[in-house]
């Protein structure tokens, strides 16, 4: 039996899910760093904020390092976070497409699908028991007609 290597033609193959993964997922580091621009702010006002110092200067721009820092590194980690979230997500989605059209196909009689998964995908297990039960299925009721 020859096998076929797929390559992808598009990552976004379930909206809904894939953007949805991804919203969450850069909702998570917009906490993270929101979490650690305060707390850098909270450290740089005990330690450098004393009313009536001559040395203000000094902990208004060490607290506009930070921000702007931290905002940096958010610009930064936007489209790096849409390409992972994407990407991961498309590695299990995909396969679990293919499976739906193949159980589909198996219960229009037709016993000849077989999954076959790219590099890299997820659920190869899965693919695996699912081609091993259409070859018994092919092999039972024989080819469709």
Same mark, same amino acid.
């Given at each position: $039996?020859?096998?076929?290597?797929?390559?992808?033609?598009?990552?976004? /193959?379930?909206?809904?899910?894939?953007?949805?993964?991804?919203?969450?997922?850069? #909702?998570?580091?917009?906490? /993270?760093?929101?979490?650690?621009? +305060?707390?850098?702010? #909270?450290?740089?006002?005990?330690?450098?904020?004393? @009313?009536?110092?001559?040395?203000?200067?000094?902990?208004?721009?060490?607290?506009?390092? /930070?921000?702007?820092?931290? +905002?940096?590194?958010?610009?930064?980690?936007? @489209?790096?976070?849409?390409?992972?979230?994407?990407?991961?997500?498309?590695?299990?989605?995909? @396969?679990?497409?293919?499976?739906?059209? $193949?159980?589909?196909?198996?219960?229009?009689?037709?016993?000849?699908?077989?999954?076959?998964?790219?590099?890299?995908?997820?659920?190869?297990? +899965?693919? #695996?028991?699912?081609?091993?039960?259409?070859?018994?299925?092919?092999?039972?009721?024989?080819? @469709?007609?």
């Amino acid at each position: $039996m020859e096998t076929q290597t797929f390559k992808r033609r598009q990552f976004i /193959v379930d909206p809904a899910f894939q953007l949805q993964f991804t919203t969450w997922l850069f #909702g998570a580091v917009l906490a /993270v760093a929101i979490t650690s621009s +305060l707390i850098a702010t #909270g450290i740089l006002w005990s330690n450098l904020y004393q @009313p009536g110092a001559p040395h203000q200067a000094t902990f208004t721009a060490a607290a506009i390092a /930070v921000s702007t820092t931290l +905002l940096i590194e958010l610009l930064l980690a936007i @489209p790096i976070i849409f390409y992972v979230g994407i990407r991961q997500t498309h590695r299990i989605v995909g @396969p679990i497409n293919r499976m739906k059209r $193949m159980i589909d196909g198996i219960g229009s009689g037709d016993f000849s699908q077989r999954i076959t998964l790219r590099e890299g995908d997820v659920l190869t297990d +899965l693919a #695996g028991a699912l081609n091993q039960m259409a070859q018994h299925l092919q092999e039972r009721f024989g080819k @469709p007609s």
